[in-house]
């Protein structure tokens, strides 16, 4: 049986007991990974992916890849030259299961290139449980002419979150955050 998945912008034919070389996964060596983005297994074509289906794989190395030399020329012109030289981060793997269904029970870490997004989904929840309590009885600042989104987080960190504590703020001893008096005099209006 042979399936088609989608990994790093590429996609792979493979079977069991294959051997791969993939764009780097966040993932270490003997650590077990499944790939859920299938496009095909054996016969059957999903589409834009087959429901259930993974290939699930074990992580040989971290490799990098050949020397690749890219170099520019203009020609005529003595000083215009450039040669650099990469080598790919690529991560080799060991096929070892092709799943036709169930794939959501199997309890197998996804495979997650190493600089996505989905990498740090723990980073999330906390940025979301921060922004949650300042909203639940705080104003919006950036309603003040001069306090961006970049102000309005400073302030938030020094405990300012409404527009009356912005108006009874000392512009002089006040030392988290470099508050305006222009800024005070808005809040003194907003806050009525």
Known sequence: MFAVLKTGGKQYKVQSGDVLRVEKLAADAGEKIQFNEIL???????????????????????IKGEKLIHYVKRRRK????????HRQQLTLLRITDILESGADAT????????GSVAAAPAAAPKAAAAAAPAA????????????????????????????AQLAAVDVDTFDAVKVKAEWVAQAKDLAQ
């Not at 309890?107 to 190493?114: E, L, Q, R, S, T």
């Open 136 to 163: 639940a009885g705080a104003d919006d600042l950036t309603a003040i002419t001069g306090v961006g989104p970049a102000a309005a987080k400073k302030l938030a960190d020094a405990g300012i979150t409404t527009f």
């Open 107 to 114: 309890g197998v870490k996804a495979a997650v290139g190493a």
């Open 40 to 62: 095909m297994v054996g016969s059957t074509i999903g589409a834009p992916v087959v429901e259930g289906a993974a290939v699930q794989a074990e992580v040989i190395d971290q």
């Open 78 to 85: 003595h000083s215009s030259q450039r040669k650099k030289g």
